[in-house]
């Protein structure tokens, strides 16, 4: 999927500044700017009016997902084909659909599937691929190689093919097995930025010291390189949450994603694609939530790079 | 360079290698877990035993490690006991399907026994001109906005680009594809339809909501353009970033003072090296693009690999989707080798040793 690789390049401007501080380290005072990259960038983001909007629109739709019934009391499967095709009215914000069913409360109940796949993958992602760059970064050498190996297989695999030959082939195509394959085909991506960030940091003199002073493997790489390539890896996230919003929605429309009976946004521009003539809302409404969603992880995704750069400052 | 592209080349094997092994693998779990994908087929009915096998049997599926959960498949126990180099194995339906790929050319067959290869051949010169217009689209436009903007940074060209790149980026294919179609392609062709003066040529041919076999080259426009509109913004913006870090260099600067028309110190002093990451992007893109394709044709009803793939994805024919897309795979293989090997050639700053 072409979001996926342009997120990738979005984000390739390296790790940050190798000797940024440790999050979370209270501030001392003394110095003009004492406040840790963690503080400034939170100061720099709630400056930054994008960054706000986009923030509150994902709260909206991640609160949709969460809790569909603050913002409806309708059902999405009370349906009667009296009134198909309605168009929007006090009574149904959105109008109805083709089988008569509120299209607003549709839309509502739509948004879990589309962001618990998000997250699910997004956090698998992160934990798998942190950790295999992670090990791949520190200890170079031969685990290195045989990651290394194993990320470039993995990229030469088209995004958008691999998931449809596995889901075509294992039918059974829910919430889980989406989330399934979205994790295994995009952890190389962050593995590698992890790895590249981890590679950077590894022979600075702090991690020299902390050697020097008999830490263990596991705490340099947790307690001191982890922290440093934490950045790149959080920028990455937020924009990849949005492409797997959008690889969801694409596999859903292509037939190889969710099914029917589900709701998800993307059930609702397929199967009303055809009636866009008569009745545009009913496409309009569900791209217009699903490009908002995307639109604002990418743009909450630049923020995030440009506040945790301190290049930029 | 020499030692590069001879160690380029020898990394080519292992990776095909094992993006085949990756791809077999994934089907055969996804059989092994959810059984037998000819059931799919016939959906709630119960085919006779006979037939489920002999389709089985047809289709590739009816070797016994599909049977096991998590059996790679790569070795099967002998049949006369010697087996390979006399361990009691002999190579297993990876390398079944290897040989098949690469020295018999066979990439499975359909329900009808017509081979992938077949299916294929009808369908690739749509999906080659769909992807031709694509590129062509993407790389004129997109090279032109980024230099455009990477020339006047900071100004209101160079806004415009990056606000609509990113809403680009934001715009899932699919659904671009869908509002061009009716937006477009019905709405806007329907009036132009209306009007007598207009050729048939551009009011049927170009303005079209779905493929059309009389104007096979025209109504390919519109599609190829929505394929391309993805990847046209990164190719903006990564022109636009490179156009940006080249203008500041010490050579634009003598070119620049030793009296060069402005047109030359753009066009070749600048152009030339800021276009390298640029072509490496749309060689990798050749990939993107081909996965976009499958979208694409899917929304235009165009004839080609694309829609081939949904629709056999849709009826749950599975050997063709795996079929096609392991020749799309090692044809998108092979468009990185090229150009990895191009980028050693254009840019002579790389020395890999």
Redesign the interface.
């Known amino acids: 999927m072409s979001d996926l690789t342009s997120a990738g390049t979005a984000v390739g401007g390296g790790p940050v500044g190798g000797d940024g501080p440790v999050p979370n380290q209270p501030a001392t005072g003394g110095k003009e700017r004492s406040a840790s990259l963690w503080a400034d960038a939170r100061r720099q983001l709630m400056r930054d009016p994008v960054f706000v909007i986009a923030f509150l629109y994902i709260l909206v739709v991640g609160s949709m997902a969460a809790f569909p019934w603050l913002w409806t009391s309708q059902d999405p499967r009370d349906c009667n084909t009296n009134r198909s095709r309605l168009s929007p009215s006090a009574e149904h914000l959105f109008g109805t659909d083709i089988l008569g069913c509120d299209y607003y409360a549709h839309a509502i109940y739509g948004a879990r599937p589309s962001m618990v796949i998000a997250l699910m993958a997004t956090v698998a992602i992160v934990v798998v691929g942190g950790l295999l760059g992670l090990l791949a970064g520190y200890h170079g050498g031969w685990v290195d190689t045989i990651i290394s190996r194993v990320m470039d297989i993995f990229f030469s695999l088209p995004f958008l093919l691999g998931a449809i030959v596995f889901l075509t082939v294992i039918k059974r195509q829910n919430i889980w097995t989406i989330s399934l394959v979205l994790f295994l085909l995009a952890w190389p991506t962050i593995a590698r930025i992890i790895r590249g960030s981890v590679i950077s940091s590894k022979d600075l003199d702090y991690v020299h010291a902390a050697k020097a002073v008999g830490a263990r493997n596991s705490r340099v790489m947790f307690r001191h390189i982890l922290p440093n390539a934490i950045a790149p890896m959080l920028v990455y996230a937020t924009i990849v949450l949005g492409s797997f919003v959008a690889a969801e929605a694409t596999l859903t429309f292509l037939g190889v994603g969710l099914q029917p009976p589900a709701q998800s946004w993307g059930i609702m521009i397929s199967a009303h694609q055809v009636y866009f003539l008569e009745d545009p809302w009913l496409l309009l409404f569900p791209c217009g939530l699903l490009v908002g969603t995307v639109l604002s992880f990418i743009l909450m995704g630049d923020a995030l790079r440009d506040a945790l750069d301190p290049k930029f400052r | 360079m020499g030692r590069y592209v001879i160690r380029r080349l020898l990394q080519f094997i292992?990776?095909v290698l094992?993006?085949m092994?990756?791809?077999h693998y994934?089907?055969s779990l996804?059989?092994q877990?959810?059984g037998n994908?000819v059931r799919?087929l016939f959906g709630d009915r119960t085919p006779p035993p006979a037939l489920l096998q002999a389709i089985t049997e047809r289709l590739g599926y009816g070797d016994p490690c599909l049977d096991r959960r998590g059996d790679p498949c790569l070795w099967r126990a002998a049949e006369g006991g010697g087996g390979w180099l006399g361990t009691g194995y002999e190579p297993g339906l990876f390398f079944d399907r290897l040989s098949g790929v690469f020295f018999h050319f066979d990439f499975g067959v359909n329900l009808r026994e017509r081979a992938v290869t077949d299916l294929v051949a009808d369908a690739i010169p749509f999906t080659f001109k769909l992807l031709l217009i694509a590129i062509v689209f993407e790389a004129v436009v997109g090279i032109a906005a980024g230099v455009w903007a990477g020339l006047r940074g900071g100004s209101f060209a160079d806004n415009l680009v990056k606000i609509s790149t990113?809403?680009i980026?934001?715009?899932?294919?699919?659904?671009l594809g869908?509002?061009v179609r009716?937006f477009v392609g019905?709405?806007f062709g329907n009036v132009l339809r209306g009007q007598d003066w207009i050729p048939d040529l551009i009011s049927v041919g170009v303005f079209t909501p779905g493929f059309k076999p009389d104007y096979p080259f025209a109504s390919l426009i519109i599609p190829g353009m929505v394929l391309g509109a993805?990847?046209l913004?990164?190719t903006a913006?990564?022109t636009r970033t490179s156009i940006m870090e080249n203008i500041r260099a010490d050579y634009v600067r003598t070119a620049k003072a030793k009296g060069l028309t402005n047109k030359r110190v753009i066009g070749v002093h600048t152009l030339r090296n800021s276009l390298i990451p640029v072509i490496t992007?749309l060689g990798?893109?050749i990939?993107?693009?081909?996965?976009?394709a499958?979208?694409t044709e899917?929304i235009f009803n165009v004839p080609g690999i694309g829609r081939l793939?949904?629709m056999?994805?849709?009826t749950?024919e599975?050997s063709v989707?795996?079929g096609v897309?392991t020749m799309?795979?090692l044809v998108?293989?092979l468009a990185?080798l090229l150009v990895d090997l191009l980028y050693a050639v254009l840019d002579p700053r790389i020395r890999y040793e």
């Open positions: 292992p990776t094992g993006t092994f990756l791809l994934i089907t996804a059989i877990f959810s994908p799919a990113v809403f980026i934001s715009v899932p294919i699919f659904v869908v509002v009716e019905v709405k993805v990847s913004a990164t913006r990564l992007f990798v893109d990939g993107a693009a081909m996965a976009g499958v979208v899917t793939v949904t056999s994805a849709r749950g599975s989707v795996i897309v799309l795979v998108v293989l990185n």
